[in-house]
């Protein structure tokens, strides 16, 4: 079974950081864009930051100088170091990769579970 398996999110005081962390695992033999998103209670999805293979990366203007994204292709890991937290950015962030599998060999978009971030003021 194909997953993306994000951790590290949790609650930190205004102006705290945290590292989230993601992992494809499965039947997994390719991995391109990857990235994270964040969705509210009754909110859409929204893009917090997103990077290519090749590390090119795009970000939200609300996290920008604040937030990082890197991968490790070799792990098929994505990850984003937030610094500078505010109370906003509470949310539930979603790790993002489209993938390339045995079942899907053209590659399909596959979502996390989810990590909550609260962030406290």
């Known amino acids: 079974q194909v997953q993306l398996v994000e951790f590290g999110g949790g609650l930190v005081q205004a102006g705290g950081s945290l590292r989230l962390t993601c992992a494809a695992s499965?039947?997994?033999?390719?991995?391109?864009?990857m990235g994270w998103y964040r969705q509210g209670a009754g909110t859409q999805r929204e893009l917090v930051a997103r990077?290519?293979?090749?590390?090119?990366?795009k970000y939200s203007d609300s996290v920008k100088g604040r937030f990082t994204i890197s991968r490790d292709n070799a792990m098929n890991s994505v990850y984003l170091q937030m610094n500078s937290l505010k109370p906003e950015d509470t949310d539930v962030y979603h790790c993002?990769?489209?993938?390339?599998?045995?079942?899907?060999?053209?590659?399909?978009?596959?979502w996390g579970q989810g990590t909550r971030v609260t962030v406290s003021s």
């Open positions: 993002y990769g489209y993938l390339l599998t045995d079942g899907r060999p053209s590659g399909g978009d596959y």
């Open positions: 499965g039947d997994v033999f390719g991995v391109e864009d």
């Open positions: 990077i290519t293979r090749n590390g090119g990366t």
